[in-house]
Structure formats: C-alpha cells, structure tokens
C-alpha cells in the first residue's frame, strides 16, 4: 500500500500572507509620503489643515492594501525584489520625515526663545466681579519671575508657576485686547491691565497702566488654562490664614 503524501507544512502556506504582510509595510509609508504632497496641494487650495492628515492616512491604506494584493499574485521571486526596493525608498523617507520634523521642531524652539527675550518684563492683572468664577476671580501674574497670586473659589490664595509658554501667549494676547470692541466698566464683568517694560519688575499693574475689557477674550482662557494646568504644584491657604493646603 502506498504512502500518502505529506501535506504541505504550515509555513509554507503562510508564506504568501507574509509577502502579503510584507509589502504592505514596505509600501505604506510611500503612500503616506504621496498622501502628504496630494494634502498640501488641497492645503494650498484653501482646504482645512486636516487635510493633509486624512490624505496621508487614504494614501498609506491605499498603498498598503493595492500592493498588499499585488504580492499575492506576482512571482514570488518579483514580490521579494519589489518589496525589497519599496523598503528602501521607506526607509529614506522616513530619515527624511525625522530630520525634517527634528529641524523644525529646532526652529521653533529658536523663535520661541527670541520672542521670549523680545518680551522683557511683563506684569498683568485680572479682576472679575463675577462671585465665585472659576479658576479664579483675581490673578496677578509676573512674567519676569513667572509666578501668579490668584484668588480662587472657597477663599483660597494660591501662589503659583506659570511656563514660559504661558507668558510669552499673555504678552501677546494682550495687544488683542486693545483691538477689541471697548465696553463700559459696569458691562464688563471681567477687566485686565497690564504693564510692559522695567517697571513691571516691581509692583503689580495698577489703575495707570493699559487697562482693557478681559470677559470672552483668548486672554482671559490662556490665564483660566494656565492656573488650572499648575494648580496641583501651586501653595494655598485661606485668605483669613486659617488653614493651609
């Protein structure tokens, strides 16, 4: 009686799910490449800037799943050698996407830092009579040393950090404010003044210095976002120094 033959082993019918696998990795990162210049042009054009994001994901999928299916029908010595080529082209993309995403973070932290210097000193008051507004209802913030002093709901005086980022966005968001529709004081439930130069090194703005109205303004939401995201590493205490936290 005759032998039956032996069934082909596993792995070789998971070879061609492998060069499946293969090519579409190899081939994905080309159609994210393509995707990115078909997103700028649309960028260009006046569409949103999502738009290059959504094509290089389309361009990645659709490269990744065409030459995924062509793996399974060419050659397999034609698959290797394609993937092979697509893998470098990859692979000198993604050295390019790294240096230049690398340079321009570099660039950033160059402009941030002469915007920074640029700034000087800078000290900005915020009142609001609006009882119990939260995160605060009174914030004095010196950009010079980066510390506020906020009156917070409860009765609380806390002392704070803020970042350089966070200073450098209310130096600028303050020339806004000057722009803005002016209200009268009893309309204005929440006002702001500033103070640029060597004297915001000492006191605090005052009645004298710019003053604007501060309610709904990108301002007001940078200095909102600011005790918030420090308010963990910030000293409080009762304003009647009853208790500490």
């Not at 649309?42 to 994901?57: Q, T």
């Not at 020339?175 to 209200?183: E, G, K, W």
């Not at 703005?205 to 709904?216: K, L």
Request: include cysteine.
């Amino acid at each position: 009686m005759n032998a039956r033959p032996h069934e082909p082993a596993p792995a070789s019918r998971a070879t061609p799910r492998l060069a499946v696998a293969a090519a579409a990795l190899a081939w994905a990162p080309i159609g994210f490449a393509a995707g990115v210049a078909v997103g700028a042009r649309a960028l260009a054009a006046g569409a949103g800037g999502g738009s290059i994001l959504a094509c290089a994901l389309a361009g990645a999928g659709l490269a990744a799943t065409l030459m995924g299916g062509a793996a399974v029908w060419m050659p397999a010595k034609a698959s290797r050698v394609v993937t092979l080529g697509a893998a470098g082209v990859s692979f000198a993309l993604l050295i390019y996407f790294v240096r230049d995403f690398v340079t321009d973070r570099a660039r950033q932290a160059e402009a941030f830092e002469a915007a920074y210097e640029r700034m000087g000193h800078f000290a900005l008051r915020i009142e609001s009579d609006i009882a119990g507004r939260r995160p605060f209802s009174s914030l004095v913030f010196n950009a010079t040393t980066g510390t506020y002093t906020a009156v917070r709901p409860g009765g609380w005086l806390c002392r704070g950090t803020g970042s350089r980022q966070h200073a450098l966005t209310l130096f600028r968001q303050t020339s806004l404010l000057v722009q803005a529709t002016p209200r009268e004081n009893d309309r204005c439930p929440t006002r702001a003044s500033w103070r640029v130069g060597e004297a915001a090194h000492g006191e605090p703005p005052g009645e004298r210095d710019q003053a604007a109205c501060a309610a709904d303004t990108a301002l007001l939401a940078t200095a909102d976002t600011m005790v918030e995201a420090t308010e963990r590493r910030a000293s409080c205490r009762r304003m009647d120094g009853s208790r500490l936290r």
